[in-house]
C-alpha cells in the first residue's frame, strides 16, 4: 500500500524524523484556513499517490490568504497523470539551502536492504540517477547487523552533503531504517531532505510504501485506506478475500493456487494472448469464493472472455462446477467462461456441466487447450 504524502510524514513523525507543520484540506475554504492556521507562507500540495506533483503543477507557494486560495483551487481537481487531486496538504513553507535524496529499499537480486543518499535530491533525481548513477551513494544493509550510526555518517558523507548537514542526516537516516524495518515498508524515500537556511536538516517530502503482508500486525494502517485510489476492481477482490491484481489484457482469469494462476497466466501469454487479471482463489473454490471472482472480473470493462482453470486436488472438481453453476445463477456475467477442470472427481464434473448444458461455459479438456480457446474467443493473438 502506497501512501500519499501526508500520510508518509506522519509515519516519518513517529520515528522522529522532522517535517514541516500542516494540516490536511479536502476544500478551498479548509485549504485557506489550514493555511491561517499553520502560518505563511505555506506550500499547497496536493495529495496523490503518484511523484512528479512539482512539474506537474501540484505543488506552489504562498505567501498570503488570497495567494493560498488562488492555488488550493487551482490544485484542487487537477489531473495529475491520471490521479484526481481531492485532498491537499497544506504546510509551513521551509528556507531551502540544498535538496538532497534519501531512501531505503529492498535489494532482492541481494537479499539485502538498500540505503541511497545524493546531494542532488529534489525534482530531478530520477535523471540524476540515469545519467549520472555515481551521483548517488549506497549502501548495502544486513537486516541481522541493522545500521549502525558510523555507518549511516560514512554514507551522507560518501554522498558528498555539506558538512554542517553529516550529523543530522546521519541521524535521520537511522531513523529512517528504524521506519523501515518496525514499520514493515518496502520503500521509504525523502526527496527532498533538504538543509534549511538556518542549518536544520529536515522532510520535506514522504513517500513511503507499506508491505501489505505486514497489516495482520498494524491495525492502524486501515486509516490510511480510505484516501488511496486504488483499482476498484482490487478494493472489490480485497473486501471479498481474493488474491488479485489488475492486468491490462482482455482474458480473465481465474485458478485455484498462486502457482497454477501464474502459469495460467503464462500459458495464455505463450498463445498469443493477454491476462486481464491474475486471481488466485485458493483452495475453497465453493459458490461463494467463485461468485466473488466471478463478480470481481466481471467489473473489469476489458475482459471478453473468462479463463476458469482448476485443478482438483483437496478441492473437488464436482463441488467447483457446482458453485460455477450457483455463481452464475447469482450473478450476471457478461462474457463468456472458457473451463478446464481436472485432478479429483473431474469426470463428475464434466457431466454436471453437460446435463446443465449452459450455452455460457464452454469446457476444455487441457490448459493449453483451454488458453488458445479463450484467446480464440477474445479476438485472437494479438
Ligand atoms: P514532488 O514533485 O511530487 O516530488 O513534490 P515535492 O514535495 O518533492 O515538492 C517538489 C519541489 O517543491 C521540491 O523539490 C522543492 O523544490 C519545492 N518545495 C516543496 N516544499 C517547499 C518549501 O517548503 N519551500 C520551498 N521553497 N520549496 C518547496
Ligand atoms: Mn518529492
Given at each position: 500500500m502506497d501512501l500519499v504524502e501526508y500520510q508518509g510524514k506522519q509515519y516519518f513523525a513517529r520515528y522522529g524524523i522532522s517535517i514541516s507543520a500542516g494540516r490536511v484540506a479536502d476544500t478551498v475554504d479548509e485549504a485557506v484556513a489550514a493555511a491561517d492556521d499553520v502560518g505563511y507562507p505555506v506550500v499547497v500540495k496536493a495529495q496523490v499517490q503518484v511523484g512528479g506533483r512539482g512539474k506537474a503543477g501540484g505543488v506552489k507557494l504562498a505567501a498570503d490568504a488570497a495567494e493560498a486560495r488562488q492555488h488550493a483551487s487551482d490544485i484542487l481537481g487537477l489531473d495529475i497523470k491520471g490521479h484526481v487531486v481531492r485532498r491537499l496538504w497544506i504546510e509551513h513553507a521551509t528556507d531551502i539551502a540544498k535538496e538532497y535524496y534519501a531512501g531505503i529499499t529492498l535489494d532482492r537480486a541481494a537479499k539485502l536492504h538498500l540505503a541511497m543518499v545524493s546531494a542532488?535530491?529534489?525534482?530531478d533525481i530520477e535523471q540524476v540517477a540515469d545519467?549520472?548513477?555515481?551521483?548517488i551513494a549506497r549502501l548495502h544493509i544486513n537486516p541481522l547487523d541493522g545500521l549502525e550510526r558510523s555507518a549511516a555518517l560514512q554514507l551522507v558523507t560518501d554522498a558528498g552533503l555539506d558538512p554542517e548537514a553529516l550529523e543530522q542526516a546521519a541521524d535521520i537516516l537511522v531513523q529512517l531504517y528504524q521506519c523501515y524495518t518496525e514499520g514493515d515498508a518496502d520503500l521509504v524515500e525523502i526527496n527532498p531532505l533538504v538543509l534549511t537556511t538556518d542549518g536544520r536538516v529536515h522532510a520535506l517530502d514522504a513517500k513511503v510504501t507499506l508491505?501489505?503482508?505486514?497489516?495482520f500486525r498494524h491495525?492502524?494502517?486501515?486509516?490510511?485506506?480510505?484516501?488511496g485510489d486504488i483499482d476498484p476492481r482490487e478494493a472489490l477482490a480485497k473486501e471479498t478475500g481474493l488474491q488479485y491484481i489488475g492486468l491490462d489484457g482482455s482474458v480473465g482469469i481465474i485458478a485455484n493456487g498462486a502457482g497454477l494462476a501464474m502459469s495460467t497466466l503464462d500459458v495464455v501469454n505463450q498463445v498469443g494472448g493477454s491476462a486481464a487479471n491474475f486471481l488466485d482463489i485458493g483452495g475453497g473454490a465453493n459458490a461463494d469464493v467463485m461468485a466473488n471472482a466471478l463478480e470481481v472480473i466481471n467489473?473489469?470493462?476489458?475482459?471478453r472472455v473468462i479463463l476458469v482453470n482448476i485443478f482438483g486436488g483437496i478441492v473437488r472438481c464436482d463441488e467447483v462446477a457446482e458453485g460455477i453453476l450457483t455463481a452464475l445463477g447469482r450473478v450476471e456475467i457478461a462474457a463468456p467462461i472458457v473451463l478446464r477442470l481436472d485432478g479429483t472427481n473431474a469426470v463428475q464434473a464434466r457431466r454436471m456441466l453437460e446435463e446443465h448444458r449452459s450455452d455460457q461455459i464452454i469446457p476444455e479438456l487441457t490448459m493449453i487447450g483451454a488458453a488458445k480457446r479463450a484467446v480464440e474467443i477474445a479476438g485472437g493473438p494479438s
Open positions: 542532488r535530491g529534489g525534482i545519467t549520472e548513477p555515481e551521483a508491505d501489505d503482508d505486514a497489516a491495525p492502524e494502517w486501515s486509516e490510511f485506506e480510505e484516501i467489473t473489469d470493462p476489458n475482459v
